[in-house]
C-alpha cells in the first residue's frame, strides 16, 4: 500500500481509498481530496512538514499525518 505522504515531489497521484475515522476522514474529504482525485506533490516544507499539494485546480498544505490516511496509486 502506498500513501500519499510516501509520494516523491514532482510526481503525481491518484487516490485510491481514505483510511481513519470520523472528523478526520470528514475534514480531508472537506478538503476536495476523494476517492479517484489526482493529486500532484509540488513540495515539501523546509522540515519536512506539511506537504504542498495541487489538485482539482487549487494548492493545498497537508500534514504528513493526514497524508499517511490516503492511498494512492
Known sequence: ????????VGKS???IKLHGEGP???RIMDMGI??????YV?????LGD??????RGYELSLRKADAAMIEVE
Open 1 to 8: 500500500m502506498n500513501t500519499l505522504a510516501e509520494t516523491k
Open 13 to 15: 497521484v491518484k487516490v
Open 24 to 26: 478526520v476522514k470528514r
Open 34 to 39: 476523494t476517492k479517484g482525485v489526482e493529486i
Open 42 to 46: 509540488r513540495k515539501l516544507a523546509p
Open 50 to 55: 506539511p506537504m504542498e499539494l495541487h489538485l
